[in-house]
């Protein structure tokens, strides 16, 4: 088993619909959760990170963390084309330092 | 600087060379952090500094892989004799502090030994 997992996609959107996008881990003492957005041939960038269980919200996109269950999700409200891109979900598996782990990215497509 | 900075974007070199590649982390940004990324993977971890030290070198994959960052900003990663299957992206992140800090990345090197 992989220590963060992905569905690969593409996970493909019409304009304007909600994406979701879903991430498992396997370390229960994860302790805070980031997502990436990556367009092809560029570095990651931040979209959003959280630490507590719940939802976190910024602008259209919202984070959900369910610690018990293993699982972090990120929505996308309003799906735009320019969010077509491949999004990581990365876990920082310790609570000192920094243990961060990746998966394989999830690959969004909005169609217009 | 206003954002990480990594030299040289592309590098190609020859089986068996040596390579060097650059990283300027964000002023004043305690960690740094050095990543491979392959073709359609997420990134994988190669190493983390805090400051001067070294404190994890776990992901690196051989003893050819070496990196430093002796006055705890610029960073340097060296691939010695390098091999086929070491070409990828180089990715170098950095962060404010110590603990559960976003990172924040640089344009990446794409390495290609031919």
């Known amino acids: 088993q992989k220590e963060v997992e992905q569905n690969s996609g593409p996970l493909s959107v019409p304009e304007g619909a909600i994406a979701s996008l879903n991430c498992t881990y396997s370390?229960?003492?994860?302790?805070?959760f980031f997502w990436y957005r990556q367009y092809s041939g560029k570095s990651p960038e931040l979209i959003m990170f959280i630490y507590s269980n719940g939802d976190k919200e910024d602008g259209r996109f919202t984070a959900q963390l369910n610690k018990a269950s293993q699982y972090v999700s990120l929505l996308i409200r309003d799906s735009q084309p320019s969010d077509s891109a491949t999004y990581l979900c990365?876990?920082?598996?310790?609570?000192?330092?920094?243990?961060?782990?990746f998966g394989p990215g999830t690959r969004l497509s909005v169609l217009p | 600087g206003a954002g990480v900075s990594q030299s040289p974007r592309y590098k190609v070199a020859k089986r068996g060379q040596d390579v060097a590649l650059r990283c300027d982390p964000i002023?004043?940004?305690?960690?740094l952090f050095w990543y491979q990324q392959a073709l359609g993977q997420g990134p994988e971890f190669l190493t983390y500094f805090q400051n001067e030290a070294q404190l994890d070198k776990s992901g690196l994959p051989s003893d050819r892989f070496f990196a430093e960052r002796p006055e705890g900003s610029v960073s340097t990663l060296k691939i010695q004799r390098t091999q086929q299957e070491d070409s990828a992206v180089y990715l170098c992140?950095?962060?404010?502090?110590?603990?559960?800090?976003?990172?924040?990345f640089g344009d990446g090197t794409r390495l290609s030994i031919l």
């Open positions: 990365a876990v920082n598996k310790g609570n000192y330092g920094q243990n961060f782990v």
């Open positions: 002023s004043g940004h305690v960690s």
């Open positions: 992140a950095s962060s404010f502090g110590a603990d559960n800090q976003p990172q924040h």
């Open positions: 370390d229960r003492g994860s302790q805070s």
